[in-house]
């Protein structure tokens, strides 16, 4: 069945977003929804720290021209894996730069206990000591029975780095009916990018502490949004913010 979204060539590229931050487009990965395959595209985010190590947010596929841009911005000190849908190219990336030091969010530990190329990584977690901190912001995004998903912040942008807290997919010319409705029937598409209808659902019986991380984001203030599926909100955030997250604004 031909099927398509949009992708944000140039592919593998970097991508300046602002001063020391970047974003990589890559291809399309295909999510199994039972009945049928559903596209999405993806994205990666990379920070350059002041003492010039690099910060890579939920890594894509690292093809030899993107290693070649990234090894002249700097060097690869930190890898986060921010949530548990978002850590299959972990170990290519450990492999790569062996001295990077691997982030992962709750729920990733069993997955990572049985890699084989993964030696150690660290549980992100407010109480430990994460040397990064004072130039992004961490929080874990709670309340959802079935997954938890660190968000970030970048204080010198403004820029919220997000990953499937929202989605904006931009639908091809080519893309089925079928995907069509999913998407319509997901509120993922653009132009209204929100939470994704199956992800707001799995808060229903803890949705106050969703809305009290939700609140936490929006006191940072930020300027863009960036996040892995769909057209990021570039300059726009306090207009795409509250409609995005429009299930946990308070009346």
Not at 107 to 119: A, C, H, P, R, Y
Not at 129 to 138: F, R, T
Not at 161 to 173: C, P, Y
Request: glycine letters at 4%; aromatic letters at 12%.
């Amino acid at each position: 069945m031909k099927c398509s979204v949009k992708l944000y060539e140039p592919l593998y590229a970097l991508k300046a977003i602002d001063e020391d931050i970047w974003i990589v487009d890559g291809e399309i990965v295909e999510m199994n929804f039972k009945i049928t395959q559903v596209p999405f595209s993806t994205r990666m985010t990379v920070v350059r720290l002041e003492n010039n190590d690099l910060w890579i947010h939920s890594p894509i596929h690292l093809t030899p021209q993107l290693r070649s841009e990234i090894d002249a911005l700097g060097h690869v000190k930190h890898i986060v894996a921010p949530n548990k849908l978002h850590y299959v190219y972990m170990e290519e990336w450990s492999q790569a730069y062996p001295d990077a030091k691997l982030w992962a969010t709750k729920g990733l530990e069993k997955i990572f206990d049985n890699s084989s190329s993964i030696q150690s990584y660290t549980i992100l977690d407010k109480s430990i000591d994460i040397s990064w901190l004072d130039e992004i912001d961490y929080l874990p995004f709670e309340g959802s029975a079935v997954i938890e998903e660190s968000v970030f912040f970048h204080k010198k942008s403004k820029t919220l780095i997000l990953t499937d807290l929202i989605e904006n997919i931009e639908v091809g010319e080519e893309c089925s009916c079928l995907h069509r409705f999913l998407f319509k029937i997901g509120d993922n598409a653009y132009p209204n990018g929100h939470t994704p209808r199956d992800l707001r659902m799995t808060f229903f019986f803890n949705k106050e502490t969703a809305q009290k991380c939700y609140q936490q984001i929006k006191a940072w203030n930020p300027v863009n949004v960036l996040f892995a599926h769909g057209k990021c909100f570039i300059g726009n955030a306090e207009e795409k913010l509250p409609q995005a997250f429009f299930w946990l604004e308070k009346k």
